[in-house]
């Protein structure tokens, strides 16, 4: 596998690390989130004095089929409030884990049972929904991945996980947690991207195909990747498949958005797989496989399209009615004034609050929805980016399409990264009732002023 060196440590380029076990959801556990030790940085480096469920950054992966149930009591043994998000998953609102909208934070000591049933397959994962932009960067998430029926035919079925950590010299976490630069640019942005592949593969054969599901957990940083000894196809987007592969070979994720890959091995023997991150001007190989031998002569069948998802489709959204969501404030950003729990403030006193961005108008949580959508209507939510910042939309409890400028829809997602000075404009049919957060993902946005909420009628 591939070596670090100190340089490159701090510059950005990880090593493999596994993930903990399988563990099935046919029973309750216990999801415990406490303090913990890990080997976050290279074998060279002391362990990282982490945040984690059930002991390990990422916390164990839960894995089931479609259609499962899943039971799992948070028990919170850290001295902060916490919850849990299931984040992608179509669930039930009082499952969802939004502290202030669908229960109740767990206080220390404290449990909450989640349990749910899963009607989608795909590639998903789960985090603390409290203080996140602490909780999240201090290593509170794990990955939930949900098995089609007929899934595909693959060598390897492989999570690769990034993230982005803050690290002190002495690899601890930095605790600067809150500053308003990182607010109110592009985020608490870190000096090691780190990547854990799972399960972690020592060799692989040419002309052999893989599964890669890729997931960005970093709480701020947009990375972009690529794959070097590999040509494959997108088949999935925040765990919905593609209706027709797409030929890819990079890719640019948004906090909290996935992407799954069918790939086959196409470099010669001796050669290695990589996984590449590319980071300002560099590129660095974020981990490496070494192809050791060659599995057949000829290469493999194209690549189909996996099964899909119980949810509609959007066909037309020609009359559909839309709420316009407006992102103003940041640096450069100008934002003079806007409402913060029921009072309009200028923007000195918005900072004082730790509000820097606002959503039409209103920073923070506003007592009133974006938008009430009733059972089986379609919303269209045109997003207007009027800050020189990209931001990570993402929306609870439902996917949506993209309606682009040509009036065709894009694939199903729950998460949409919009770039400065953008418009880009989603739509999605009101099939799961409840109060859904809708929110920036870039977690130091969403804590300084970027959050809202749709509410969908039974």
Request: charged share 20%.
């Amino acid at each position: 596998m591939h070596n670090i060196t100190r340089r490159q440590f701090f510059a950005g380029v990880s090593a493999l690390a596994l993930m903990p076990g399988i563990a099935r959801a046919t029973e309750i556990r216990e999801l415990r989130a406490g303090p913990a030790k890990v080997q976050v940085a290279p074998a060279e480096y002391p362990q990282t004095d982490v945040w984690a469920f059930d002991g390990a950054v990422p916390g164990t992966m839960i894995r089931v089929g479609q259609g499962a149930r899943v039971q799992r009591r948070l028990v919170n043994a850290l001295k902060q409030d916490t919850a849990v998000h299931w984040h992608g998953l179509r669930i039930d609102n009082a499952m969802d884990g939004v502290p202030g909208l669908t229960q109740d934070a767990v206080k220390p000591d404290g449990d909450f049972l989640y349990d749910f049933t899963v009607p989608d397959a795909g590639t998903y994962w789960y985090h603390s929904h409290n203080q996140s932009t602490e909780q999240v960067a201090r290593g509170l998430y794990g990955v939930l991945i949900v098995d089609e029926p007929n899934a595909p035919e693959v060598d390897h079925d492989i999570v690769v996980l990034m993230d982005d950590w803050r690290l002190t010299q002495q690899a601890q976490i930095a605790d600067d947690f809150g500053q308003i630069h990182d607010w109110s640019h592009g985020g608490r942005l870190g000096n090691y991207i780190h990547a854990r592949l799972f399960p972690d593969v020592q060799a692989v054969q040419k002309n052999q195909r893989l599964r890669l599901r890729f997931v960005n957990t970093a709480t701020d940083r947009i990375m972009q990747f690529g794959l070097r000894g590999m040509t494959g196809h997108i088949v999935a987007l925040d765990g919905m498949p593609l209706q027709q592969p797409m030929a890819a070979e990079t890719m640019v994720l948004a906090p909290a958005q996935r992407v799954d890959f069918i790939v086959d091995i196409t470099g010669d023997v001796g050669e290695k797989a990589q996984f590449l991150i590319q980071d300002r001007d560099q590129v660095f190989i974020l981990s490496e496989i070494p192809i050791t031998g060659q599995q057949s002569a000829n290469p493999r069948d194209q690549v189909a399209a996996l099964p899909p998802n119980p949810i509609a489709y959007l066909s037309d959204v020609s009359t559909a009615r839309t709420a316009e969501l407006r992102m103003t404030g940041g640096a450069m950003g100008g934002l003079r004034k806007a409402v913060y729990n029921g009072q309009e403030m200028d923007a000195n006193e918005l900072i004082e609050n730790g509000q820097i961005w606002a959503f039409n108008g209103v920073a923070g949580m506003p007592d009133e929805p974006l938008s009430v959508v009733g059972k089986g209507e379609t919303l269209r939510i045109p997003i207007v980016n009027d800050t020189v910042f990209p931001h990570a939309m993402h929306i609870h409890g439902n996917h949506f399409q993209e309606v682009r400028q040509d009036g065709t829809l894009g694939p199903l997602r729950d998460t949409i990264l919009v770039q400065p000075n953008e418009t880009r404009e989603i739509a999605f049919i009101g099939e799961n009732p409840g109060e859904w957060l809708f929110h920036c993902h870039m977690l130091s946005h969403q804590a300084a002023g970027m959050r809202t909420w749709v509410r969908v009628e039974a």
